[in-house]
């Protein structure tokens, strides 16, 4: 049986058109059809930096979607989930946003604020489930961080237990999920030393660790294949 080599070839297009567009959220596909869209950040002051990832991301997608992005930074350094529930109307709902990028995990673990991952689980489905109710269509990404090391870890003894929560919830609540332990554990296992060049305090990675790691990462998992960073 012969083949049409051209033919085979515009089927394998095709696929491959549907399988990225299938990995593309909805709110790329609004950029790229011209339309104006709002990304609220909210979380720890893993994403509360003035110029970090939040800040990178909302230059990355106005370079390639006409300046059609705004990206509203709601995280609060120091804070946690129940912080994250007493504030969502303020800084997350008002914004009437239509995607939501959040992380608590990180503080939720910080012994002196004694939250239990029970506790972290209730208010975590309690800032989704109240996004989900007011904002159908809104796309919502939870989020797992690196890991600390030194102090902060002895401060956060069971923050592996907090993530895995992340990552069951994601998939029981029907949310998206950025877990950036893909490339952090390899990292860590090269050594504490070069962990250590990108999270110089054991627990914030550095301004270049988020532009070449974090950043690049969450624009893979909102399905953009044509930003700068």
């Given amino acids: 049986m012969t083949i049409n080599i051209k033919y085979f070839s515009i089927v394998i297009i095709l696929l491959l058109t549907a399988v990225l567009a299938s990995a593309q959220d909805k709110v790329i596909r609004k950029l790229e059809n011209g339309e104006n869209q709002k990304i609220v950040v909210y979380g720890t002051s893993l994403s ?6 939040p800040t990178m991301l909302e230059e990355s997608l106005n370079e390639s979607y006409s300046g059609k992005a705004e990206v509203i930074n709601s995280a609060q350094a120091a804070m946690w989930s129940t912080w994250g529930v007493e504030n969502l109307r303020k800084r997350v709902l008002e914004h009437k946003p239509d995607m939501v990028i959040l992380e608590f995990a990180m503080n939720d673990a910080f012994l002196p604020y ?3 991952v029970e506790a972290a689980r209730l208010n975590l489905e309690y800032m989704v489930r109240r996004i989900k109710e007011l ?3 809104c796309s919502i990404f939870i989020q797992v961080m690196n890991m600390p090391i030194a102090e902060h870890k002895v401060q956060r003894p069971d923050i592996e237990l907090y993530y895995e929560m992340y990552r069951k919830e994601a998939k029981r609540l029907k949310v998206k999920l950025i877990d950036h332990y ?6 860590l296992e090269k050594g504490e030393t070069e962990f250590l060049e990108y999270v110089p305090d054991g627990i914030h990675p550095s301004p270049i660790a988020q532009k070449e790691l974090i950043l690049p990462h969450i624009l893979k998992a909102l399905g953009v294949s044509n930003v700068r960073y």
């Fill in 48 to 53: 509360a930096s003035e110029k970090g990832w």
């Fill in 114 to 116: 004694t939250t239990s």
């Fill in 135 to 137: 904002y159908p269509d």
């Fill in 182 to 187: 893909e490339y952090w554990v390899p990292l």
